[in-house]
């Protein structure tokens, strides 16, 4: 029985390295991902976004207001324009991502002790750009406006420790948890890692079974069975021990170097994110074999299962709260392993979650494994059955 585990498992392996489809999918796929997917967000945070800006008032304090704004990191004053209507056709061709308007009398209004906004104009189709830009100017026109009140009341001959504890009672700190540099590589890397395991596993696993049936070994192996259950138990089998290696070890690449090569915050232990990933690859392998059983060509299999990873994507909660999505959305994403393993990877890896904290996603690829595992067996029996049929059929 050990031995037909084992040959089974390396004709897999063969098959694997030796046809072009899968070799593209489980091999040069895997490592293509890893060193090209991340390099469009290496660099995390958002700096020197040019802005232009409108000084209608053209004051000392307008002046002084401009000179602060552009001293921040995530702004840049890119032009000095003189109406609305020029910087709305600076933001149509890209060439600006918004403009900051100093009204009228900004300073009159200043010195007399009435408020005096200040507007901002953005393009909020960049939304990560257009929120950094607008938390920078809230915050340089916070603090702009909060050392004048201190400067007029120090004036009026209020002690500058009582004026400065009126104006600013107490201090805020950003603490940004599991992610230092608040950067989006640090939140979308590790989840979509997990995701391309997901996707060219799912791929890998079907294909395989693809191009096997009616292979050579399997034809051979079939014959010298006399039981389809046990045949059929033992081809699950040891196919899902050649997956079960080489998935580990693309785990081990991508949860554990990836994090020291791009950086990327690690908390987890590496033994726990191997005990829970053992489900993840079962249940996603087993899905492949269950549905290789409905898909009869490789351009089948592409086209079912890459746009399906958009939408798996979506349903991990990642991109929009989950909280808000329908409960339907909730039962279709419970489906697929990729679900789960997203987010209790996440949990494990970048937010060194113990095991009471990721159980509901390291019991539910469990369940997806048993239910998975049942189906392709049905299927696989019934696909031996055939073949010993057709066999026999032969024979006679």
């Known amino acids: 029985m050990i031995k037909s585990l084992l040959l089974i498992s390396y004709d897999e392996l063969k098959r694997i390295f030796q ?15 890893f060193f090209f997917y991340p390099q469009p967000y290496l660099h995390e945070a958002i700096r020197d976004v040019p802005i232009a800006v409108i000084d209608q008032d053209n004051t000392n304090y307008s002046r002084e207001l401009i000179r602060q704004m552009d001293a921040n990191k995530s702004i840049k004053i890119d032009l000095h324009i003189a109406d609305l209507q020029t910087a709305k056709s600076l933001i149509e061709q890209r060439k600006i991502y918004g403009a900051l308007l100093i009204p009228y009398r900004f300073q009159q209004h200043i010195l007399e002790g009435a408020p005096s906004p200040v507007i901002y104009y953005g393009d909020a189709s960049y939304i990560l750009i257009y929120s950094n830009v607008a938390t920078a100017i809230n915050t340089v026109a916070g603090d702009f406006g909060a050392k004048i009140s201190i400067s007029r009341k120090i004036a009026q001959g209020t002690d500058p420790a009582i004026a ?11 603490i940004s948890l599991f992610n ?33 049936k009616n ?10 069975q006399s039981h389809a259950a046990s045949s059929a138990l033992l081809l699950l089998s040891g196919k899902l021990l050649t997956y079960l290696a080489l998935y580990l070890i693309y785990f081990i690449i991508y949860t554990v170097f990836a ?10 232990h590496v033994l726990v994110s191997l005990s829970f990933i053992i489900p993840f690859i079962l249940s996603t392998a087993l899905f492949g074999k269950v549905v290789s059983h409905f898909v009869h060509t490789v351009s089948d299999v592409f086209c079912l299962i890459i746009p399906s990873s958009m939408i798996i994507f979506f349903m991990t909660g990642l991109s929009w709260p989950k909280e808000l999505m329908p409960y339907l959305f909730h039962l279709i994403g419970d489906i697929f392993p990729a679900v789960p393993a997203i987010v209790g990877s996440v949990k494990i890896n970048q937010m060194g979650a113990n095991f009471s904290e990721f159980s509901q996603q390291y ?27 057709a066999n026999a059929s032969k024979e006679s």
């Open 19 to 33: 046809t072009k489809a899968i070799a593209s999918v489980m091999f040069i796929g895997i490592f293509l991902y």
């Open 259 to 268: 994090n020291y090569w791009y950086d990327l915050p690690r908390l987890g």
């Open 164 to 174: 400065t504890n009126n104006t600013a009672p107490f201090n805020t700190q950003l």
């Open 215 to 224: 292979s050579e070994f399997e034809i051979k192996f079939i014959q010298q």
């Open 363 to 389: 019991w539910h690829l469990w369940i997806l494994t048993i239910v998975y595992f049942c189906i392709a067996f049905i299927l696989e029996k019934r696909y031996v059955q055939k073949a010993m049929i």
């Open 180 to 212: 230092p540099q608040s950067g989006y590589a640090t939140y979308i890397i590790p989840a979509a890692f997990i995701l391309i395991l997901y996707q060219t596993l799912l791929i890998g696993s079907t294909l395989c079974r693809l191009f096997s």
